[in-house]
């Protein structure tokens, strides 16, 4: 069974720094989604940043970017020029397509403050 | 385009009552996957439907069903209800098919279920 493992609970960042959150994952798939979403107190979840497992470079959305490690399974989210509204959960999370059926396993999200 | 769009926001309901939420995905989604999210539990997958029938169903008991309609529309169901559903119930919807999660799921913003 695929996991999706988020070390950091909580993290702070000041604004305008740079934050990075961590994911590791672990499956035995080869081709697979990875996807990062965030969650701010209105409880949408909301799709920031997503990574097919087969595309070597990185993938980067504005001020988000990644850094996908495929051989080390780890996944993680940098945030540059943070913004008060930055602040929410974040959540990773993984997908794979069966052909048949899919479905995103989530870790237990990084709740992310900003600071003045 | 209109969001998923999911009713009713907020319900509280009694031990041993049912209930049913509904799910309306963005209009082409053909795919409607269900999400349980607790504070204890994180996020967890609860059903996926695509063209009317259960594609993939997470590990949960019988009380949870669901079901589509031909408009792509989804329901689900939990009878007899227990003081550990209290829940966010997240829905989200995707186009069908492996490069389609190129470009995620989207989700609505939830059904806040409280049983009492």
């Known amino acids: 069974a695929q996991t999706v493992t988020q070390s950091q609970p909580e993290m702070s960042v000041q604004e305008a720094e740079t934050v990075t959150l961590s994911c590791t994952y672990d499956?035995?798939?080869?081709?697979?989604?990875l996807f990062w979403y965030k969650q701010p107190p209105s409880r949408q979840m909301i799709l920031v940043i997503r990574?097919?497992?087969?595309?070597?470079q990185n993938a980067t959305e504005n001020r988000f970017s990644v850094n996908f490690q495929k051989a080390a399974k780890s996944f993680s989210l940098k945030i540059s020029d943070s913004q008060l509204g930055d602040a929410a959960m974040y959540f990773c999370a993984y997908s794979t397509y069966t052909g048949t059926a899919s479905k995103l396993t989530f870790g237990t999200g990084t709740r992310l403050q900003v600071t003045l | 385009k209109a969001g998923v769009t999911q009713t009713p926001r907020y319900l509280i309901k009694t031990r041993g009552q049912q209930v049913t939420l509904s799910c309306s995905p963005i209009?082409?989604?053909?795919?409607v996957s269900w999400y349980q999210q607790t504070p204890g539990q994180g996020l967890q997958f609860l059903f996926e439907?695509?063209?009317?029938?259960?594609?993939n169903k997470g590990n949960f008991p019988g009380r949870f069903s669901g079901r589509q309609f031909s408009n792509s529309r989804s329901e689900m169901n939990v009878s007899t209800l227990e003081l550990g559903d209290s829940a966010l119930y997240l829905c989200a919807s995707s186009a069908r098919g492996r490069g389609s999660l190129n470009y995620g799921y989207t989700f609505g913003s939830g059904t806040r279920l409280t049983v009492v």
């Open positions: 209009s082409g989604h053909r795919s």
């Open positions: 439907y695509f063209s009317e029938t259960q594609r």
């Open positions: 990574q097919e497992a087969y595309k070597q």
């Open positions: 499956t035995s798939e080869s081709d697979y989604y």
